[in-house]
């Protein structure tokens, strides 16, 4: 039988062009936006559980205190590249990156109101995901292995979110998510598992190590990090719920620039324009 044009591109060895790239990116808003809303829901609460999971394995790594800092941030970050390469292999809605649906907007291909309900959707549901997972992991007593010091750090992580000032976090929310996109955007241009995967750990394990603010990861970590202050885990009082919602405000919203750029940025080099 015959192979088609699609089958016969999947088997090329050399990604995708960056022009061939945008134009999948492109595709991709289209398809996002015209999804079912409960199908687009379930599929971003399995996104946040995801991100989840690569925040608890990063958790996990940082629970042993002997570690030099260095070591911690950089094999700690490859750990949270878990949580994207599920989201890119597996299939799932990731709000940080359908932020580069902006240039399917941006091309006329999908309206301001198919994006922007994708976006607060797509929120909503890896937050509800997020929060599944706090509580399985919770439940599972993760935060005692070690002696403890996995929940320490749980906690220790968390608490770090909600110190620092709000223009502080929104920048840090750029930067955040300037690196997600770009690695979502490699995920785009390969071809195959290992190409997605090898491709992104650099730039995840980057965000991660540097401390910038991913806001469906700090679904995960805020949650924990209440739940396990609240059960005697580090200073008294450190985390609550305004600590949680004053660090979403910022990340999301940095997020959201950070993902713009390199969207926007992208899409007036390659977009087919007419010309």
Not at 88 to 113: D, H, P, Q, R
Not at 129 to 144: R, S
Not at 205 to 223: D, I, K, Q, W, Y
Request: net charge neutral; glycine share 14%; aromatic share 10%.
């Amino acid at each position: 039988m015959a192979l088609s044009q699609e089958d016969l591109n999947a088997l090329k060895p050399d990604a995708l062009t960056p022009a061939q790239t945008e134009a999948k990116a492109e595709g991709i808003g289209v398809t996002k936006a015209g999804m079912a809303p409960a199908k687009c829901f379930v599929s971003a609460m399995l996104a946040g559980a995801f991100i989840a999971f690569g925040g608890m394995f990063f958790c996990l790594f940082l629970g042993d205190p002997t570690i030099p800092f260095a070591v911690q941030r950089l094999v700690g970050g490859m750990c949270f590249c878990l949580g994207l390469a599920l989201v890119l292999v597996c299939g799932a809605e990731l709000f940080t990156g359908n932020i580069l649906m902006c240039a399917a907007k941006a091309s006329g291909k999908i309206g301001w109101g198919g994006m922007l309900k994708n976006w607060a959707l797509v929120w909503v549901g890896n937050l509800a995901g997020a929060l599944v997972a706090v509580a399985l992991i919770y439940f599972a007593q993760m935060w005692a292995m070690n002696g403890g010091a996995v929940g320490e750090a749980m906690v220790s992580v968390a608490a770090s979110k909600v110190t620092p000032d709000w223009v502080t976090l929104f920048f840090k929310g750029i930067m955040c998510n300037v690196l997600v996109c770009l690695a979502v955007w490699i995920g785009f241009a390969g071809r195959t598992v290992v190409d997605k995967v090898i491709g992104i750990i650099l730039p995840i394990s980057a965000f991660v190590a540097c401390g910038f603010e991913h806001c469906v990861a700090n679904m995960f970590f805020l949650p924990m990090g209440l739940i396990l202050n609240m059960a005697g885990f580090g200073d008294p009082g450190i985390m609550s719920m305004g600590g949680i919602l004053y660090n979403l405000s910022a990340a999301t919203l940095g997020n959201i620039v950070g993902g713009l750029l390199v969207g926007m940025a992208y899409w007036f080099i390659y977009a087919k324009k007419g010309e």
